[in-house]
Every structure is written in C-alpha cells, then in structure tokens.
C-alpha cells in the first residue's frame, strides 16, 4: 500500500532540542532548562506531551549543532519525506495541541508557511510545507529559519494565526520565565 500523498499527510513536528541551554546557566540554573522541573515533569517532557497530544506525527532533535540553523536542516533532512514541518523549540512546555493542529492546518497552496500570534506577537511553531525543503535543509549557524519565514513573507506566501495560547511566545531562557511558566500553568488548572 503507497502512502498518501504530501498534501493530504499532516506535516511533521520539529522538536528542536539541541541547544546548550547557556543562557538559562547563567541565569542561574542548576540544570540544562530542558531538563528543569516545571509542574510535576521537565520542561521537555511536557512540549512532548502536547506534541504527542495533537496527533501530528513529530520528530525529536536533540542531537548537538552548532547552532539553530544546523538543528533544522538536519531534523528537515532527517524527515525529507514528511508533508511539511512545525518548527517547535523544545523550550516552549505551554503550547497546547490545538495550536499545533491549527498551524497545520493552515498550511497548503497557496501559504506555504504559517506563524501562529498570541495578542500581536509572533511565536512559535512555524509550519513550512513540503517546498521549502531545499531553503530549510541548507540552513546553518544561530539564525534558525527567519530568512525562510522572512523570504516568503515578502512573497505574500504566510498564513498568520491569531491564537489564544499564551505557550507560543513562552519560552525558558531563564529560572525567572520558568517561574512564569509554572505561574502560567497553575492558573489554567481549573
């Protein structure tokens, strides 16, 4: 049995999870931020939970790059025959799943990448389709994919997604935003 065609697969989740995690140390962690605790589990452990969560199917990039750009191109080769791919920072524990789906969602002729917003600000995931692999797979260095994103922009080619996830533009760089974080998540426990 052939497998479905790219535009009728949902496109892979990108679990960027790399990084040295340098900025969260001297910030004054005591341990890598993906591994810090945060509400009973680590900080990766629950960006897994909602990636697994949203159905997509997700792939995990943990191995060291030397910077973002390098971490991309290789999870996007890595996954050369996925239908397009969700750019997730594995430092974002508060996404929800149907963010995700949404951002997946949004991708296909024309938009060829989309970013969701939360009250105006961009954040992350970012969805690419299938054609951007060439741009994506050649990507190196700290800059991670914002020439891609910034190129078909300019092209009228990106769906913007105004969502109600405040997880899309909470990251953990620092002990003080994984206090927020737990704050955050406290208060949408009923």
Known sequence: MNAAPPERRPPTVIVLASGRGERFRAAGGTVHKLQAALAGATVLEHTLAAVRASGLPWHLEDVGHPGMGDSIAAAVRATADAAGW????????LV???TLAAVAHALGFPMQAAQPHFRGERGHPVGFSAACFEPLSRLSGNQGAAPVLRALREA???A???????GVVTDIDTPAELARAEALMR????
């Open 156 to 158: 009228g080619q990106v």
């Open 160 to 166: 913007d997604i105004e969502v109600d996830d405040v």
């Open 187 to 190: 208060a949408r426990q009923p």
């Open 96 to 98: 929800q799943p149907a």
């Open 86 to 93: 969700l750019i997730l920072p594995a430092d974002l524990p």
